[in-house]
């Protein structure tokens, strides 16, 4: 900031700008980030339907929602929004693992046409991994919220 040399009575004041652009990015970048996660788990799939089950009980660990899609040459498996190719399936679940220090729950959110076959490679990773904390997604019939 430039400083007068001569001081005519009037006051100094501070150039408030790269402050109110600064908080601006800030928000930005907070609403983006927070519209993201949000649609981490809100992907488009046709859930299967629960007869039995527990609410989902928020702990302190970590959730890696995993979501299966079907394609028409397969399957694909995403975490979140960023594809994971099924070869590299274990690798990544180990650094999300190393990530959380060990606390990481995986949700994982299939199409209810996906067969087992394309969920077997994330359940047998998460074993080899010692993940045991594995959810699945589902939704509760209409008629069992009354």
């Known amino acids: 900031m430039r400083v ?9 004041e501070m150039n408030m700008t ?21 649609q981490e788990a809100h992907a488009e799939l046709d859930l299967p339907a629960a007869e039995t089950g527990d609410e989902n009980v928020q702990a302190d660990n970590r959730t890696l929602t995993v979501n299966i899609s079907s394609r028409q040459s397969g ?10 190719p099924p070869a590299k399936l274990r690798t990544q679940l180990q650094s999300e693992l190393k990530r959380a220090q060990g606390k990481l729950e995986v949700r994982i959110r ?5 067969p087992y076959r394309a969920i077997e490679p994330i359940l047998v990773s998460c074993a080899e991994l010692d993940i045991w904390n594995v959810q699945f997604a589902v939704i509760r019939p209409i008629d069992d919220l009354n």
């Open 75 to 84: 399957f694909q498996i995403s975490f979140g929004s960023r594809i994971v």
């Open 4 to 12: 007068p040399l001569s001081n005519r009575g009037g006051r100094l």
């Open 18 to 38: 790269p402050m109110i652009d600064v908080v601006f990015l800030l928000i930005i970048f907070f609403l983006v980030s927070s519209h993201l996660q949000k």
């Open 110 to 114: 299939g199409d209810r046409s996906i």
